[in-house]
C-alpha cells in the first residue's frame, strides 16, 4: 500500500528522485505501535495484538518509487477474512524509503501511515488519514526539504513551465504542483498555460 496525500503535501507515488541507499537503522516500530493503541479503538486495529512478532521493517530498494509501503504475505481475501475474525495477519512488511533519513517529520508520517495499514487500516479511508495527521503530522512544504526536493523534480519534468493572465497579461515561471487558481497579479482566474521566455 504505497503513500498517499496528507492535505495535499504528501506526493502519491512515484518518487521521481534517484535515491542513495541508507546505513541508518530502521525506525523502531514498538513505540509507534504504543501510541496506536492508546488512542485507536481495539475493534478498529484487529491486527495490532501480536503484531510485534510478525512485522518486519526495512529500507526499500533505492530505486522504489514509494515513500512507504505495506505487504502483507496473506492474499486480500484471507486477510479480510482474518480481520473480522479478529485473528492475526501472519508476516507483514514495511518497506520506507531511504530518502526519508533526511526529513524526520516526513518519516514518522508515512511510517505511522504504514503502520496503520499493518494494524488493520488496509484502506485508504478518511479515517487512516485523520489518524495518521493526528499521530504524526506531515510535514508542511517548507519545512521539508524531502517535498521540495521532489516538488522540484516534478515540475521540471513538466510540459508547462509557467503561466501567463490572460486577464492582465502577468506571467510567472512555475512554482507549484497543480495550476494556480487565480494571477497574483490581479486575482482573475483567468490562468493559462505560458511557455515563453521570461527574460526581459
Known amino acids: 500500500m504505497g503513500d ?3 492535505k495535499d503535501r504528501v506526493p502519491v507515488h512515484p518518487v521521481p528522485v534517484e535515491v542513495s541507499a541508507t546505513d541508518d537503522q530502521v525506525p523502531d516500530f514498538q513505540p509507534w505501535l504504543d501510541r496506536i493503541k492508546e488512542v485507536v479503538d481495539p475493534s478498529e486495529t484487529p491486527f495490532l495484538t501480536g503484531l510485534s512478532r510478525w ?7 533505492s530505486k522504489s518509487e514509494f515513500l512507504g509501503v505495506t505487504r502483507f504475505e496473506l492474499n486480500p481475501n484471507e486477510l479480510m477474512r482474518r480481520r473480522r475474525m479478529g485473528a492475526p495477519s501472519g508476516p507483514v512488511l514495511i518497506e520506507l524509503n531511504p530518502i526519508l533519513v533526511e526529513d524526520q517529520a516526513l518519516l514518522n508520517h508515512t511510517f ?3 503502520l496503520l495499514h499493518a494494524v488493520g487500516f488496509t484502506e485508504h479511508d478518511v479515517r487512516h488519514s485523520e ?4 499521530l ?4 508542511s ?4 526539504p524531502v517535498l521540495q526536493r521532489l516538488r522540484s523534480v516534478v515540475i521540471v519534468g513538466q510540459d508547462v513551465q ?7 497579461g502577468n506571467k510567472w515561471k512555475r512554482s507549484t504542483v497543480s495550476r494556480p487558481k ?3 497579479n490581479c486575482a482573475r482566474a483567468d490562468v493559462n498555460p505560458y511557455d515563453g521566455s521570461f527574460k526581459g
Not at 131 to 134: F, G, M, N, P, S
Not at 141 to 144: P, T
Not at 162 to 168: A, L, S
Open 55 to 61: 512485522l518486519e521493517v526495512k529500507w526499500s530498494n
Open 131 to 134: 489518524l495518521t495527521e493526528r
Open 162 to 168: 509557467g503561466w501567463i493572465c490572460g486577464n492582465c
Open 141 to 144: 512544504l517548507s519545512n521539508s
Open 182 to 184: 487565480r494571477c497574483p
Open 136 to 139: 504524526a503530522p506531515a510535514p
Open 112 to 114: 505511522v501511515h504504514e
Open 4 to 6: 498517499e496525500p496528507g
